[in-house]
């Protein structure tokens, strides 16, 4: 594992870009608290926000229903749109879906597309910093979660996770003991244990 | 700045009135993450200051007519509880001096803050001093940078601030309310320590050019201390869950 650095914190070395880091001459600087790995040349961000990007899946409940557009809360700063004449079964204030981003507009509204309203089950929000240890390399982690809950797990990359059957309350204390540990090495064993241990 | 004929005696033996030398900090002590309900929080303990920071967001600028759309807006409010000083300070509700700390706070952040990641967004930073002893927007500034750290709002710097004045003929660090009461002069600085950047400097009273390129040494000396307990602050909590699993 890395060391811990603050944000206006140098880094040694640093490969490619990285919306974390920043360059003032020819040293690269960290922005946010993290975790860096000098052999790597690596950051990882601790705590972070998460900017919607083209291509994300997103989990977001929808706000208000105005003609032909639904305008969706994304646990952001900036709204979701989806036109209401792609989307096949109509919508309400209130529901919750399950939708990619196709573009982002001059105002940074996320464009929504491949709409699915997701029912029942419940939705839990946790820092998008941590969405990348909930899913692990290679989806490792989540494969693991929906093996050891037998819930329906729906991850949006803007922090938001959707629980469907299963034992919830399992799912849910897993995923915050990864979302408190996620900086810790040897991860996958111990949610693994905990899910064995309560199943 | 009272002065007058009551003038107290503030440098005995060459010691300070709480027994520290000219270019002694009080102890400093930063929790963050203190406010589970904020995006960032931290707590500090300086001298006999007792403070809270949080910052919410960034989220939809409301009211609408406070949005940027080529950036983030901070907008800050340090207030001082009713309980927190010997004097009476108002009984809630910003004053015409928590106004401006407010203002020269925010503008403080706007420097070292990534807005224009976030256009159209807001970020509030509440700074709340439970207990005073003056030098409280010097520590509002040092807390607050905590807290815009632990919310994972992008940075350039992480900075810092501790005033410096002039009592009779000396230069001294870091003044306690009777200090900063009865002084010839009080100069709050904020500092960003990755370039040694001023963000912040007042300055009541008057001092000379060399008493103020002191200070300003004495300062830089000073902030390598509170950038390491700011450091230390922000790495405990991972810390500890790391040390768990060692």
């Known amino acids: ?199 | 700045m009272s002065g007058g004929t009551d003038k107290p005696e503030l440098i005995v033996n060459g010691k300070r009135l709480d027994g520290r030398d000219m270019g002694d900090l009080r102890a400093v002590k930063i929790e963050a993450g203190t406010l589970k309900n904020a995006d960032g929080s931290a707590y500090i303990e300086w001298g006999n200051n007792k403070i809270l920071a949080a910052v919410y967001g960034p989220k939809e600028a409301l009211p609408k007519h406070i949005a940027d759309p080529e950036r983030a807006v901070i907008r800050c409010r340090y207030s001082m509880a009713p309980f927190s000083s010997l004097e009476e300070h108002g009984r809630s509700g910003p004053n015409r001096r928590a106004i401006e700390i407010s203002k020269v706070t925010k503008e403080v952040f706007e420097k070292v803050v990534v807005l224009e990641d976030f256009p159209g967004s807001k970020i509030d930073l509440f700074i709340e001093v439970l207990q005073s002893d003056g030098g409280t927007r010097a520590a509002g500034i040092t807390a607050a940078a905590v807290a815009f750290a632990s919310s994972g709002i992008p940075m350039l710097d992480l900075p810092y601030a501790v005033s410096v004045g002039k009592i009779g003929e000396h230069v001294v660090l870091d003044l306690n309310k009777i200090e900063d009461n009865y002084s010839d002069a009080d100069m709050p600085v904020a500092l960003g320590p990755r370039l040694n950047e001023v963000l912040l400097l007042q300055m009541d009273g008057s001092m000379s050019r060399q008493d103020i390129s002191k200070g300003l040494e004495m300062v830089t000396r000073a902030g390598s201390v509170i950038s390491q307990v700011q450091k230390a602050a922000l790495k405990e909590p991972y810390e500890k869950v790391s040390s768990r699993y060692r």
């Open chain 1, 1 to 199: 594992m890395g060391t811990i650095v603050v944000p206006g914190e140098v880094l040694e070395r640093f490969n490619g870009r990285s919306d974390n880091v920043f360059f003032d001459g020819n040293k690269a600087y960290s922005k946010v608290l993290g975790i860096y790995d000098s052999e790597r040349g690596m950051l990882t961000p601790l705590e972070g926000l998460w900017y919607p990007r083209m291509g994300d899946t997103v989990i977001g409940i929808v706000e208000e229903d105005k003609f032909n557009i639904y305008t969706v809360y994304l646990n952001a700063p900036y709204k979701g749109i989806a036109m209401s004449k792609f989307i096949e079964e109509p919508l309400a204030a209130g529901d919750i879906i399950e939708a990619v981003i196709k573009d982002i507009d001059r105002t940074k509204t996320a464009v929504l597309t491949r709409v699915r309203k997701l029912n029942g089950g419940k939705i839990i929000s946790v820092k998008p910093s941590k969405i990348p240890r909930i899913m692990g390399h290679g989806d490792t982690m989540i494969k693991q979660l929906v093996q050891g809950t037998k819930c329906t797990l729906v991850v949006g990359l803007n922090g938001v996770i959707w629980i469907s059957g299963g034992n919830y309350d399992l799912a849910a204390e897993a995923i915050f003991k990864i979302v408190e540990e996620a900086h810790t090495p040897g991860l996958t064993e111990r949610v693994k244990e905990l899910l064995e241990g309560k199943k």
